[in-house]
């Protein structure tokens, strides 16, 4: 394994991204551009009776009006329609088709109904108000729990549903329950969350009529996939022909992975046009209505326990809102990154998970950081703190007593995933002691001797991250295998260009990535480059994602290393008058072991490419490439306390402490790290106390569609996170590492909301936990009796 030295260095990328240098869809112009805009639904639902284009069509600048009759002449097809999600009943989800353009109804409001293209982006604005829809109103229901009985989404889907499909073994689980002394029940809702990127989506579509290429500029996480969907399901084209460009990207949450309608129109329309580059930007309002939205379940969870608080069983229902369409990874979401975590921590003997799935009248659901594992987390986490408040134990001695223990990985659980390493325990003990659990009560009293209900809530959280390997991924219906490629190539002069298929949106790849290279070969990170986010330049990548790109993406890179070193031994042997077998390397120089001879990697790397004396059966340059595919998922945790104190005045919850002992094995960059960690928990705080996308139940209007409605947590909502670190290495990846950059946003939200409910003594309170409701139940607390 080699010395990653943990070192918190700082963030190359940042000198552009702080000095404004930075190089964004938007920055980028092509010779001739025009700009599209796209006419939206404004009706939650309806049937299109007809699209009059003609006085768009008249207006100034406008070059072409698009509708789906267009696309539907040309035979492009739909958008990908989810993993497939076998029900159980044996039957594949509920897939209907998701057309780039709507081509006879309209499903949410913010629909894709034409494309408006004009010389300007202004005038192609204008020129969308003037396209004339002639819709014929449907009913809409918006509303997860009113879904199954609502009106129809899809006339492929009756009752609206997708899949009602099941985890664990149910005749295991009612016989726990059978025996328990205890049953603890909890009903929950996960509120529905819009990811709000900095940077909003944005494409260049562009065609090159004489070389028969397309190039598409996109704010993508996975510059690959989406070539890979938009050739192989959408638009049909040689993969060959098309480069997708995703350059630096404010941020992504998960939202950017999947291939939108909008980059799939805009590289369609610029062939249709000859070669015309078409640009397109969001605005904000488009973001909250067409972006995909995040979470939107509502569950009813039950643990069966002995008389001592030990697990016996447990059972999960949940109603999980998809949206209108299927997004590119929806079904995978409420089921194989939600069902399978059930088992959290802890080693309950039988579970079993049941999801319906269902259609509504809103945006497409999908991938929100976490995507699934916190909502795993948030229903594991408030059960237990659940179990813990009906046998009247102590929270951190409930789950402790639950565990699974070090010695006993790998750790199969009863919903299909086995455990590689943890010390959880160890993790619950560290943050105990830094937020100084003993004292809690006396810190209470003094917050009620000043009028005030003190909370602590606990959230001990376990991810599955990377998504691997290949053949489990591909067996559950991915279609694809998700392992990671990566080109390491020394430049005659000794720097260093990695190449690789994990993008980076704000992960700070390309310092993670370039230390460890930097480790191998013992040279500065300045002298490694790592290139990312070209198809062009990278020869294939499956992109960034559930926290896979160090554990994946780094080990592939250590992989192509490693295939350095091996050749360069052949070329230090012949220079160095040895025996290949007797080069030895080390931190970036090659000896002849047990002598002083020794070759540094720079010598062998210019030697590689200057061969006037070189081995006979070694080909010039040192340049290799490698896949990884990963032999399981890495298994993240820790454990989050949150210390709560509620002003019953105001119903203002403010964050008094916040401790975070996560375990990610290795790490490399440990100031990257807890800034992953510090952006993840303001998300989770964001949902727990003020984030929710809510559509008007009537009309099905987006209420929250702009900032005025939807609250982003601010600097001053959030405290001084402090993060703590146990290290359990990765057993199965060269690395060693785990994932990180999901966590905080995994583990937040159940500790926030443990804390509140544990001020305000009671459960009923859903998120987003508001100033209002919070003031309407410490206004209960303190009533007199
Ligand atoms: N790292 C490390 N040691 C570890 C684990 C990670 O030094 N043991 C470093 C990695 O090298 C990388 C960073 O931490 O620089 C995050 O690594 P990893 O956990 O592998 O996650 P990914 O790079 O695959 O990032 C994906 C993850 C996801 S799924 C979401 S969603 C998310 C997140 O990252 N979106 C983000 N963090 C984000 N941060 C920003 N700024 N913007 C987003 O859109």
């Known amino acids: 394994m080699p010395d990653t030295g943990a070192q918190r260095v700082l963030r190359k990328e940042d000198n552009r991204f702080l000095t404004g240098r930075g190089h964004y869809t938007d920055d980028f112009n092509r010779q001739g551009q025009a700009f599209g805009v796209f006419v939206r639904s404004e009706m939650a639902h309806a049937r299109i009776k007809s699209i009059d284009t003609s006085q768009a069509e008249q207006a100034?600048?406008?070059?072409?009006?698009?509708?789906?009759?267009?696309?539907?002449?040309?035979?492009?097809?739909?958008?990908?329609?989810?993993?497939?999600?076998?029900?159980?009943?044996?039957?594949?989800?509920?897939?209907?088709?998701?057309?780039?353009?709507?081509?006879?109804?309209?499903?949410?409001?913010?629909?894709?109904?034409?494309?408006?293209?004009?010389?300007?982006?202004?005038?192609?604005?204008?020129?969308?108000?003037?396209?004339?829809?002639?819709?014929?109103?449907?009913?809409?229901?918006?509303?997860?729990?009113?879904?199954?009985?609502?009106?129809?989404?899809?006339?492929?889907?009756?009752?609206?549903?997708?899949?009602?499909?099941?985890?664990?073994?149910?005749?295991?689980?009612?016989?726990?329950?059978?025996?328990?002394?205890?049953?603890?029940?909890?009903?929950?809702?996960?509120?529905?969350?819009?990811?709000?990127?900095?940077?909003?989506?944005?494409?260049?579509?562009?065609?090159?009529?004489?070389?028969?290429?397309?190039?598409?500029?996109?704010?993508?996480?996975?510059?690959?996939?989406?070539?890979?969907?938009?050739?192989?399901?959408?638009?049909?084209?040689?993969?060959?022909?098309?480069?997708?460009?995703?350059?630096?990207?404010?941020?992504?949450?998960?939202?950017?992975?999947?291939?939108?309608?909008?980059?799939?129109?805009?590289?369609?329309?610029?062939?249709?046009?000859?070669?015309?580059?078409?640009?397109?930007?969001?605005?904000?309002?488009?973001?909250f209505q067409a972006d995909a939205h995040g979470r939107d379940h509502i569950t009813t969870a039950e643990m069966a326990m002995d008389k001592d608080g030990k697990f016996l069983g447990m059972r999960v229902d949940t109603l999980a809102n998809l949206g209108a369409y299927l997004s590119n990874f929806a079904t995978a979401v409420p089921t194989y990154l939600y069902g399978t975590l059930l088992a959290g921590q802890y080693k309950t003997p039988a579970i079993?998970?049941?999801?319906?799935?269902?259609?509504?009248?809103?945006?497409?659901?999908?991938?929100?950081?976490?995507?699934?594992?916190?909502?795993?987390?948030?229903?594991?986490?408030?059960?237990?703190?659940?179990?813990?408040?009906?046998?009247?134990?102590?929270?951190?001695?409930?789950?402790?007593?639950?565990?699974?223990?070090?010695?006993?990985?790998?750790?199969?659980?009863?919903?299909?995933?086995?455990?590689?390493?943890?010390?959880?325990?160890?993790?619950?003990?560290?943050?105990?002691?830094?937020?100084?659990?003993?004292?809690?009560?006396?810190?209470?009293?003094?917050?009620?001797?000043?009028?005030?209900?003190?909370?602590?809530?606990?959230?001990?959280?376990?991810?599955?991250?990377?998504?691997?390997?290949?053949?489990?991924?591909?067996?559950?219906?991915?279609?694809?295998?998700?392992?990671?490629?990566?080109?390491?190539?020394?430049?005659a002069t000794g720097s260093i260009s990695v190449f690789t298929g994990s993008h980076s949106h704000g992960q700070g790849h390309e310092t993670t990535f370039a230390q460890?290279?930097?480790?191998?070969?013992?040279?500065?990170?300045?002298?490694?480059?790592?290139?990312?986010?070209?198809?062009?330049?990278?020869?294939?990548?499956?992109?960034?994602?559930?926290?896979?790109?160090?554990?994946?993406?780094?080990?592939?890179?250590?992989?192509?290393?490693?295939?350095?070193?091996?050749?360069?031994?052949?070329?230090?042997?012949?220079?160095?008058e040895a025996s290949v077998d007797d080069i030895e390397f080390d931190s970036g120089t090659f000896r002849v072991a047990g002598t002083d001879k020794t070759k540094s990697?720079?010598?062998?790397?210019?030697?590689?490419?200057?061969?006037?004396?070189?081995?006979?059966?070694?080909?010039?340059?040192?340049?290799?490439?490698?896949?990884?595919?990963?032999?399981?998922?890495?298994?993240?945790s820790g454990v989050h306390i949150a210390e709560i104190e509620i002003d019953p005045d105001t119903g203002e919850t403010e964050i008094a402490d916040w401790v975070a002992v996560d375990d990610f094995g290795r790490v490399i960059n440990p100031m990257i790290v807890e800034g992953q960690v510090h952006g993840g928990i303001a998300q989770g705080v964001g949902q727990a106390l003020l984030e929710n996308a809510v559509y008007d139940p009537d009309s099905g209007q987006l209420v929250t569609g702009s900032y005025q409605d939807y609250t982003m947590p601010r600097a001053d909502d959030l405290p001084s996170f402090r993060v703590g670190m146990t290290e359990t290495p990765c057993p199965h990846n060269p690395v060693g590492a785990k994932g990180c950059g999901e966590a905080g946003a995994i583990a937040a939200p159940a500790a926030l909301m443990n804390a509140i409910t544990d001020a305000l003594g009671t459960e009923e309170i859903q998120m987003p936990a508001t100033r209002e409701k919070v003031w309407r139940l410490a206004q209960q607390r303190l009533a007199p009796a």
């Open 601 to 636: 990697i720079g010598e062998i790397a210019f030697a590689a490419y200057v061969p006037h004396d070189f081995p006979q059966d070694v080909e010039p340059g040192l340049d290799e490439t490698a896949f990884y595919d990963p032999a399981n998922f890495t298994y993240p």
């Open 60 to 287: 100034p600048g406008v070059v072409a009006v698009f509708t789906g009759k267009d696309m539907e002449a040309d035979g492009v097809g739909s958008l990908p329609c989810g993993w497939t999600v076998t029900d159980k009943h044996g039957n594949p989800h509920k897939a209907p088709p998701h057309w780039p353009l709507a081509r006879d109804r309209v499903r949410y409001v913010g629909d894709h109904v034409a494309f408006v293209v004009a010389e300007t982006d202004a005038q192609a604005r204008d020129a969308a108000e003037l396209v004339e829809v002639d819709y014929e109103p449907l009913d809409a229901v918006v509303e997860t729990g009113k879904a199954l009985n609502g009106p129809q989404v899809h006339d492929e889907a009756p009752d609206n549903l997708c899949f009602d499909w099941e985890i664990g073994d149910k005749q295991a689980t009612d016989d726990a329950f059978a025996k328990a002394d205890r049953v603890s029940k909890i009903e929950l809702v996960n509120n529905r969350l819009i990811p709000n990127a900095i940077e909003p989506r944005a494409a260049i579509g562009e065609y090159d009529p004489g070389t028969d290429e397309y190039t598409l500029y996109s704010t993508s996480q996975n510059p690959h996939l989406l070539r890979l969907i938009l050739c192989a399901f959408v638009l049909n084209l040689p993969e060959h022909k098309v480069r997708v460009v995703a350059p630096d990207v404010g941020g992504g949450f998960g939202s950017k992975i999947y291939c939108y309608a909008e980059e799939t129109v805009c590289v369609w329309a610029s062939k249709k046009l000859n070669g015309r580059p078409i640009k397109w930007l969001a605005t904000r309002t488009e973001a």
């Open 352 to 491: 079993h998970g049941n999801v319906k799935a269902v259609f509504t009248n809103t945006a497409p659901v999908d991938a929100y950081r976490g995507a699934g594992r916190p909502e795993a987390t948030y229903v594991v986490e408030r059960l237990v703190e659940r179990c813990a408040r009906d046998m009247n134990m102590d929270p951190a001695e409930i789950r402790r007593r639950n565990f699974v223990q070090p010695d006993e990985f790998p750790y199969q659980t009863p919903v299909a995933l086995t455990y590689d390493s943890g010390q959880y325990e160890l993790a619950l003990d560290e943050a105990l002691k830094m937020i100084d659990y003993p004292n809690f009560a006396q810190r209470r009293q003094e917050s009620e001797r000043k009028g005030k209900l003190r909370g602590i809530g606990f959230s001990a959280y376990i991810e599955a991250c990377g998504i691997a390997p290949s053949q489990v991924v591909g067996a559950l219906g991915a279609g694809v295998g998700l392992w990671e490629s990566a080109q390491v190539r020394f430049n």
């Open 516 to 576: 460890m290279v930097a480790d191998k070969f013992g040279t500065d990170y300045n002298n490694v480059d790592i290139v990312h986010g070209d198809t062009g330049r990278i020869p294939m990548g499956m992109g960034t994602y559930g926290s896979r790109s160090l554990a994946v993406g780094g080990s592939a890179i250590l992989r192509a290393c490693d295939k350095v070193v091996e050749k360069g031994k052949k070329i230090a042997a012949h220079m160095l």
